[in-house]
């Protein structure tokens, strides 16, 4: 039971890359993501984190190697794969609460029951009440938890997110860990978090994976549990400061610099 | 096919005005309004026509006063000109235009999916279009009639076929236009290419059909009128040359101000239709 990027090789044709020599966007990587894992992907920009996550969601197919759900072999987008972008990709042209709706309605549920279930989900990701908002009404954070809603409303069993909290600033950002970390505990899902956050990839990851490129492939994968502590109770100002956290965050920003210095 | 179209429809009245760099200095008067300014400018150009058919620069047989062409709009009211009350002949150009605007919108729609989404339509559609857009719809108008007829059918044919091709092009830009994003979304909760169409793409292309509406919208009338002119038992266009006929000039001014009118009409109402259901085309 994974969501399993076993030896990936992503390249695209010379023709389109304009150079022979060009290397391949990933090369020979591989990645189980469990369910109720939370796997965070750090890396520079042009690692191919991105094209990870495209790959794992069926957004572009592999050029080697496979992408397999629970054995079976990925052959596009899923439901039981949703997706939470950077740039929310809701829906302007319906309310908040169709947003959510929209993917119950893919499911073939009956117009009351989306309604009443929009809005429970709405009300799980905070928003309650907001369902007849607008989209352009809505803060970026808002808009953010929308779209989360909207990804759990596919009942997805692996929630793969593209830098959610990029566009965020500082403070929403970080109340938006502590809401991921709540979403992952209720949902059971297992995450795939794109960040170019260090912090952010260790305080809410079971793993961090670092990635390297380009050929993109992976240069670490670290355990870690400053979400599970924060979950329990801790709290959010302590776990950054306690010295393990500070340790775990140096020595994967060293890796990543020292990593650039050597590609430069 | 032009992609740049959309871009290109906007008119330079339209465009937001560029805010001054530096912040201007404390004034004692408020900036006069642009609407002030515009309808200052129109009082001086009608007070000069009054002022012309007052004095007797030019005689009242080429230029009757205002109030002359107000009366000429009271008469054909009332009584009709050409057979027909001004009433009639604003329904008949009307009901031709929006026929037109029916027809166009229900091939041209499905021929400007078929052309941003398949290669073939593409092919298909693509030329047709292009040799249609830059031909003045006039000098088919003929032909048409040798087809179909004076009748109604081939005025509403030459009409439809001059507002296709920007409603084709709007909507072909439109579903292009479609979030990569939005889709990919749409598909990772499970939505058919089918669902993606209609949930995502159609919804994406409303704002630009609606643009392409208003532009068909000005060529189908400026069409409709001059076939008119040609022949029809009724129309404005029909109005206007018979009272040409007959030297009738405040009539055909008349006429034109109806013409007018409706026009900005037009484009009124689509810009209200266009805030009440794509509110969000310029916000996001």
């Given at each position: 039971m994974s969501l399993h990027l076993d030896g990936v090789t992503l390249a695209y044709p010379p023709a389109r890359s304009g150079r022979r020599d060009e290397p391949p966007v990933l090369r020979d990587l591989s990645l189980a993501i469990e369910p109720g894992a939370f796997v965070s992907v750090i890396g520079r920009s042009g690692s191919g984190k991105t094209s990870l996550l495209n790959l794992a969601a069926g957004f572009v197919a592999p050029s080697g190697g496979s992408v397999?759900?629970?054995?079976?072999?990925?052959?596009?987008?899923?439901?039981?794969?949703?997706?939470?972008?950077?740039?929310?990709?809701?829906?302007?042209?319906?309310?908040?609460?169709?947003?959510?709706?929209?993917?119950?309605?893919?499911?073939?549920?009956?117009?009351?029951?989306?309604?009443t279930r929009a809005e429970a989900l709405l009300a799980s990701v905070g928003l309650a009440g907001a369902g007849d908002k607008a989209i352009w009404e809505l803060s970026g954070g808002m808009r953010q938890r929308v779209g989360i809603a909207r990804a759990l409303a596919a009942e997805p069993r692996y929630l793969l997110m593209d830098e959610p909290l990029g566009a965020l600033d500082a403070m929403t950002r970080e109340r938006m860990h502590e809401f991921l970390l709540g979403i992952w505990q209720r949902s059971g899902a297992g995450i795939l978090l794109i960040t170019h956050g260090i912090e952010e990839a260790l305080f809410l990851g079971t793993r961090v994976v670092v990635l390297a490129g380009r050929p993109g492939r992976i240069i670490a994968d670290m355990p870690a549990s400053y979400g599970r502590r924060f979950l329990r109770g801790e709290p959010a100002r302590a776990i950054r400061a306690d010295p393990a956290f500070v340790a775990d965050r140096n020595a994967l920003a060293d890796m990543i610099h020292d990593e650039a210095e050597r590609a430069a | 096919?032009?992609?740049?179209?959309?871009?290109?429809?906007?008119?330079?009245?339209?465009?937001?005005?560029?805010?001054?760099?530096?912040?201007?200095?404390?004034?004692?008067?408020?900036?006069?309004?642009?609407?002030?300014?515009?309808?200052?400018?129109?009082?001086?150009?009608?007070?000069?026509?009054?002022?012309?058919?007052?004095?007797?620069?030019v005689s009242s047989v080429f230029l009757p006063s205002p109030l002359a062409v107000l009366e000429a709009l009271d008469l054909a009211a009332r009584s009709g000109f050409a057979d027909a009350s001004l009433l009639q002949h604003t329904l008949a150009s009307l009901s031709r235009v929006f026929g037109a605007l029916l027809?166009?919108?229900?091939?041209?729609?499905?021929?400007?999916?078929?052309i941003a989404t398949s290669r073939i339509g593409r092919g298909i559609f693509d030329p047709i279009v292009e040799v249609l857009r830059p031909l003045p719809p006039l000098a088919y108008l003929p032909l048409v009639i040798i087809w179909f007829g004076i009748g109604e059918a081939s005025k509403i044919l030459v009409i439809g076929l001059a507002m296709g091709p920007p409603i084709i092009i709007a909507t072909a830009a439109g579903v292009r236009s479609a979030s990569t994003d939005r889709i990919r979304a749409a598909r990772s909760l499970g939505a058919s290419p089918r669902d993606v169409l209609r949930f995502v793409v159609m919804p994406s292309a409303v704002p630009s059909i609606l643009t392409g509406v208003r532009i068909a919208l000005g060529a189908g009338w400026s069409t409709l009128i001059a076939a008119e002119l040609i022949a029809a038992p009724r129309g404005l266009g029909t109005m206007i040359q018979a009272a040409a006929g007959f030297l009738a000039t405040d009539i055909v001014i008349a006429g034109i101000v109806v013409i007018a009118a409706i026009a900005i009409l037009f484009e009124a109402a689509l810009r209200r239709l266009e805030r009440r259901f794509v509110p969000w085309a310029t916000r996001l």
């Open positions: 397999r759900v629970d054995g079976e072999r990925v052959e596009g987008p899923g439901a039981e794969r949703a997706v939470v972008f950077q740039d929310d990709a809701l829906f302007p042209w319906a309310s908040a609460r169709d947003n959510v709706a929209f993917a119950l309605r893919l499911r073939g549920l009956p117009g009351a029951e989306r309604r | 096919m032009s992609r740049t179209t959309a871009t290109v429809l906007v008119s330079p009245t339209e465009a937001a005005e560029v805010p001054p760099v530096t912040a201007a200095p404390a004034r004692r008067r408020p900036p006069l309004p642009v609407a002030a300014i515009s309808a200052a400018t129109l009082s001086i150009l009608v007070g000069l026509w009054s002022l012309a058919a007052w004095a007797g620069w027809a166009a919108l229900l091939v041209g729609v499905p021929i400007g999916i078929a």
